[in-house]
């Protein structure tokens, strides 16, 4: 057993190695001598830019409908790791993005958990569905639903034709901070809505019809940061910020560099973005990252919806939110 040093020990310490060695003995490191400092002038480029195509997604997708079932697996989806993390897990810092599949007849058994999440419906056909506590929700193209901290949510697919959408969730947040709880609903492996059929009448749910409405109803502002853009929810949830981007063909956005982190999934058209010097190709259902302090824009070669999903929210409450802006030119 090894022995603790007392004060009077401690004290009498004739050299820096062997109070190091005594410090160590208590689990206290000494702050002067520390290889790697705790603070830095600005943030570091932990998560590197990335980008994720749907075409291959689906394609993997499709492969794992034939190899394992819902009965199998809690979720059929894909996780969107960042390439430089060393965690394997988070497609940023604070959030996680995945693509997900549920075939013909499938049921996606009910559960809750304090992450937030989210998804944006690529390609489904009517009867797919979306329960949250109990109401089911009608999962459209486009269309944008939440399944907030602790509400209950299972998935089902009542059509003839397999159903894609992108997840995202602030599981990395939740990780770092450690307020984990999940737990299956109860009659695992039953819908809870007793065979209602799905509806948009829900808080949970932003229409594709109803975002295109108010994105004809805003100010344009195709040269801004973020186009034309209408933000989802108040925001959407408490750590996590939404907004549909309406871009115009060859306009370039203003560049964005904040401490925020950014997701842009592609909702329609083609286009580029350019993050931190890194240029991204893009069509209908990629995925960019966009990582904290990374300056990026944006252009399309047609007319173009983007997702933003971002970690604003949490910045802004926090203190932590800092927006650089853009260097003007000299004359």
């Not at 401690?10 to 400092?37: C, F, N, R, V």
């Not at 009517?126 to 269309?143: F, L, Q, S």
């Not at 999940?182 to 039953?190: L, M």
């Not at 966009?290 to 926090?318: K, S």
Request: glycine share 8%.
């Amino acid at each position: 057993m090894t022995k603790i040093p007392s004060r009077e020990e401690l004290a009498q310490s004739g050299t820096l190695e062997d109070l190091y060695g005594k410090l160590g003995q208590i689990s206290i490191g000494p702050g002067w001598a520390k290889a790697t400092p705790s603070l830095w002038p600005s943030p570091k480029k932990t998560f590197a830019p990335a980008h994720w195509r749907y075409e291959q997604a689906r394609g993997a997708l499709d492969a794992a409908g034939r190899l394992i079932n819902t009965e199998l697996a809690e979720r059929r989806n894909l996780i969107l790791f960042n390439p430089a993390a060393e965690s394997g897990y988070g497609t940023v810092r604070t959030l996680v993005a995945a693509y997900q599949m549920i075939m013909p007849g499938e049921w996606a058994r009910a559960h809750r958990h304090t992450p937030n999440a989210l998804r944006l419906i690529l390609d489904s056909e009517p009867g797919t569905y979306t329960e949250v506590d109990g109401v089911k929700i009608a999962m459209d193209p486009g269309d944008v639903l939440l399944t907030p901290n602790w509400s209950s949510h299972g998935h089902g697919n009542d059509s003839r034709a397999n159903a894609y959408w992108l997840d995202f969730l602030d599981v990395p947040l939740v990780q770092l901070l450690e307020p984990m709880f999940f737990e299956p609903a109860e009659g695992e492996g039953e819908e809870m809505s007793n065979g209602a059929p799905p509806t948009k009448d829900s808080p949970f749910v932003f229409p594709l019809s109803d975002t295109l409405k108010r994105l004809d109803a805003a100010v344009p502002d195709p040269a801004g940061p973020f186009g034309t853009a209408v933000q989802l929810g108040n925001p959407a949830m408490n750590t996590i910020g939404l907004s549909m981007m309406r871009l115009s063909p060859r306009v370039r956005t203003a560049p964005y560099k904040a401490t925020t982190n950014n997701i842009y999934a592609i909702v329609k058209g083609t286009g580029t973005t350019m993050i931190d010097g890194e240029r991204f190709e893009w069509r209908r259902g990629d995925v960019i990252a966009a990582p904290a302090w990374r300056p990026h824009h944006h252009e399309a070669g047609e007319d173009a919806l983007m997702l933003r999903v971002t970690d604003e929210p949490v910045m802004q409450r926090l203190g932590f939110l800092r927006v650089e802006e853009p260097k003007q030119p000299a004359h």
